[in-house]
Each structure stands twice: as C-alpha cells, then as structure tokens.
C-alpha cells in the first residue's frame, strides 16, 4: 500500500518558519523525485517545489523562491520543506506528490496558517 504522510503543519505568525515533512511507504522512493504542492482557500493547486532523484536539482515556484528550501533523506524515505519569511497567503494546505507533474500519488495535505 502506497502511503505519504505529511506532518509539520501548523499556525504560525507572518515572519515566522515552519519544517514540514513527508514520509513515504510503498515505493522506491529513493528512484522517486518528489513535489510540494498546495492549495489556498478557495483557490486551485499550486506547485510550490520539486526535487529530482538525485537532490542537487530543486526547483521553486516563484512565490516562494529564497524562502523554502526542498530537501529529501533517501535514508528515512523523506521529504522536506523548510519554510521561513512566512506570509499570509502562504496559508494553505500543502501536499506532497509523487513526481515532478504529473503526480502518481498524493498525501492527505497538512495545514499551514500565516496569521497574527
């Protein structure tokens, strides 16, 4: 069975940096590039971040270029996103997915709130 469990969601002020975290089963995820995705209310999905197989190639979304940072441990079949200089329209729920698009597989999304 095909698992990604993200966690490391939460409310946190503008400003403020928060870690979250996916962990796969089910797959190589080793042999797997991975993606952060997310979706604000009332609005579509938005890619935010990849990563290859290999680390070294990690893409942003504009929106968040030089204040998330993708990284994965093949070790512990997990993925990262460290987020800082939050903002309010950070706020969303953000996934990770399988693939750098389109997605294989999704998890079931852990809520991030920027707010005061």
């Known amino acids: 069975e095909v698992q990604l469990v993200e966690s490391g969601g939460g409310l946190v002020q503008p400003g403020g940096s928060l870690r979250l975290s996916c962990t796969v089963s089910g797959f190589l995820f080793s042999n797997s590039a991975m993606s952060w995705v997310r979706q604000a209310p009332g609005k579509g999905l938005e890619w935010v971040s990849g990563?290859?197989?290999?680390?070294?190639?990690?893409k942003y979304a504009d929106s968040v270029r030089d204040r998330f940072t993708i990284s994965r441990d093949n070790a512990k079949n997990t993925v990262h996103l460290q987020m800082k200089s939050l903002k309010p329209n950070d706020t969303a729920v953000y996934y990770c997915a399988k693939g750098l698009g389109p997605y294989e597989y999704w998890g079931q999304g852990t809520q991030v709130t920027v707010s005061s």
């Open positions: 990563i290859d197989i290999n680390g070294p190639t990690e």
